[in-house]
């Protein structure tokens, strides 16, 4: 059977503009009716077209082509300007625009805070179609590199050990430059030490402007690419980083609100990610849910538990691990007579308060010493059995005992497929495992600017490309 072959030189007609290029029901249609739906100046985009000097390129153009880009994985302003060049898809979007890449470089950088409110108006519009309930939301993180090195990442002590090499050297070179000054002069040994010492001094500079640095913020360390940016730890190992934030809705996994902090774990986000949730929705969920990286119960005191159902694990209901054989949870509690009672029988009263939150129980002298389990209850010969109680345990208690029924369970089970599915997405099908942008302000943009794209495509899948358009137009 012979082989079918193309012909590069056969004539054909094309079609007469770059409309029929582009079939009804393309994608890319969908992508430029959402833009078109935007409010640009809730974002704080200025489309005035009356502007004086050389001509912008139309901000709606360059929004489109950052959207539809990030939507396929091409994020970087060489990439696009290639795609503008070659892509029908993007030559269609554009309307045959082609802006260079420091154009859309320069775009981006400086709409960032535009970028960033993108998805809080694509939250709206699903919200108005009624792919969004805001009944039960579920918030989870990720760590996504920054576009920084952990070798430029410094510590004071660091600082200071560079500092004294940098000194040696400088040292070093000062004395062989003596001892080559009147034999050599004018040679090109002693001009390669000059220029050794002059980039050693430059260096000397930036290494104190780095300590003087973390000790006017007292931070523990500072990145000089991108300071904004942590040491964050993940399967991956150690690297410049951030934490992603997203918290979803429950009905069709849509993302609400997508936020990128500076920590290395989850603790004390909580709150502050649901209740920027809550300023999308317009108003306060009935239930939110997260893994046991959010638990802490400082910061879980201040939802309003009488309208907001929080369900959270502790670190021990998390764990896969068996509780110890005399876990606190074998001690009874008597709440009238503030004591603890051991499984043996005895009584362990309150001795004192530690940090203002932690009440500490312990035994009589001795008593310890002489039960039948000492040695696997407690090792301590001298203070016994130590039981912590939390100024807020009542609060651990019913929020432990909430996570534990059948139908918060059932919640849980489905945080893993909603919470933890538009990370998959971004990071696998978007190829969008590190950030572009540095600072807070880029990240946060470029994460809007994700998440957007994730909801984008959920949409064409559950109502299609023509139906989404007619419904966006409206």
Not at 97 to 123: N, Y
Not at 234 to 263: C, P, W
Not at 311 to 318: K, L
């Amino acid at each position: 059977m012979a082989y079918r072959h193309g012909n590069r030189h056969e004539q054909s007609l094309f079609p007469a503009s770059i409309e029929d290029y582009v079939p009804a029901d393309a994608p890319v249609r969908a992508y430029d009716a959402f833009v078109d739906a935007l409010d640009f100046g809730d974002l704080g985009i200025d489309l005035d077209s009356c502007k004086v000097g050389n001509s912008p390129y139309d901000p709606r153009a360059m929004l489109k082509l950052l959207v539809y880009g990030y939507s396929y994985g091409v994020r970087s302003s060489r990439r696009l300007e290639r795609e503008t060049h070659y892509n029908l898809s993007f030559i269609w979007l554009t309307g045959g625009l082609k802006p260079d890449h420091k154009t859309i470089a320069e775009f981006r950088r400086k709409h960032k805070g535009a970028l960033s409110r993108v998805l809080k108006q694509c939250a709206r519009f699903c919200l108005k179609l009624d792919l969004i309930a805001g009944n039960t939301l579920f918030v989870d993180g990720s760590k996504v590199r920054a576009n920084a090195s952990l070798s430029h990442h410094w510590t004071e002590d660091r600082c200071r050990k560079r500092l004294e090499k940098i000194d040696s050297r400088i040292e070093e070179i000062l004395s062989e430059c003596d001892l080559a000054d009147d034999q050599e002069s004018g040679s090109g040994s002693l001009v390669a030490m000059q220029e050794e010492l002059a980039d050693q001094q430059t260096l000397r500079r930036k290494v104190q402007e780095t300590l003087k640095q973390l000790q006017s913020d007292q931070r523990s360390s500072v990145n000089t690419t991108d300071p904004d940016c942590v040491r964050i730890r993940g399967r991956q190992g150690s690297h410049a980083g951030y934490n992603m934030q997203t918290v979803v809705d429950e009905k069709q996994g849509l993302i609400v609100h997508a936020d990128v902090v500076a920590n290395n774990n989850d603790l004390g986000q909580l709150v502050n990610q649901t209740e920027q949730a809550h300023e999308t929705l317009g108003r306060s969920c009935e239930t939110v849910c997260a893994d046991a990286g959010y638990c802490n119960y400082d910061e879980l005191e201040k939802f309003d538990h009488e309208h907001t159902r929080v369900i959270v694990p502790s670190p021990r209901q998390a764990s896969t691990k068996p509780a110890k054989p005399f876990d606190k949870s074998e001690f009874q509690y008597d709440c009238e007579n503030d004591v603890y009672v051991c499984p043996a029988g005895e009584v362990l009263s309150f001795r004192c308060i530690e940090d203002k939150r932690r009440k500490i129980y312990r035994t009589e002298v001795g008593v310890c010493r002489q039960c039948c389990h000492f040695g696997e209850c407690t090792t301590s010969h001298k203070l016994g059995r130590k039981i912590v109680r939390y100024v807020n345990e009542e609060l651990r208690e019913r929020l432990q005992s909430e996570y534990e029924r059948p139908d918060s369970q059932a919640i849980y089970e489905l945080r893993k497929q909603k919470a933890e599915l538009p990370f998959g997405h971004i990071k696998r099908n978007l190829n969008a495992d590190h950030f572009l942008l540095r600072g807070l302000d880029g990240v946060r943009a470029e994460a809007s600017l994700l998440a957007s794209c994730f909801n984008l495509a959920r949409m064409i899948t559950l109502i299609g490309v023509p139906a989404l358009i007619a419904k966006l137009a409206n």
